[in-house]
């Protein structure tokens, strides 16, 4: 790092699918503009290290989710379909259903998938830390990630942190 480069400090903490975009494309976007970059993945954003990421979106905690059909005419696609509280909380396999709504926007609209972000996070040169602590807690273990993770607590983070010139939680 030359001392003219910035530093960036992320801490991943939520695992859904809208939120595990964040991290991986401002992590993405920081090193492409050559920024050094850290991301700590602690407590539910610690799967967003598995091999396989299995991430969903849960319209009943977030009821500002826009909810736009992936498919049909422009104008249909437009509608913004308000679902109830007590309709998404409730019906078996809505979480499921908006999920695959959701990648299908994405992929309608060009977005890359998590796995892609995250791949690209690695090519550029960003660091993952996996939180120990959650590790042990949650019985994750090394063999359950991605290569190239590092792992450590805390002080391992907030020791890069201290001189970031960006910090984010996420």
Not at 128 to 146: H, P
């Amino acid at each position: 790092m030359s001392e003219s480069q910035k530093k960036v400090a992320l801490i991943a903490s939520q695992g859904t699918l809208d939120w595990a975009y964040p991290p991986f494309i401002l992590g993405s976007a920081a090193a492409a503009m050559d920024m050094e970059v850290v991301i700590f993945f602690t407590f539910y954003g610690l799967p967003l290290l598995n091999k396989k990421i299995e991430a969903k979106v849960s319209p009943h905690s977030n009821p500002a989710m826009p909810m736009k059909m992936p498919f049909g005419g422009k104008d249909f696609q437009s509608i913004n379909w308000p679902v109830p509280n007590i309709l998404s909380g409730n019906i078996p396999g809505f979480d499921t259903l908006a999920t695959s709504l959701m990648k299908e926007t994405f992929k309608s609209k060009g977005v890359a998938t998590i796995e892609e972000l995250r791949e690209l996070c690695i090519d550029c040169g960003v660091k993952f830390i996996a939180c120990q602590m959650t590790m042990d807690v949650f019985g994750f273990t090394k063999d359950d990630f991605i290569d190239g993770v590092d792992f450590g607590g805390a002080a391992m983070f907030l020791e890069y942190a201290a001189d970031a010139d960006i910090q984010l939680f996420i």
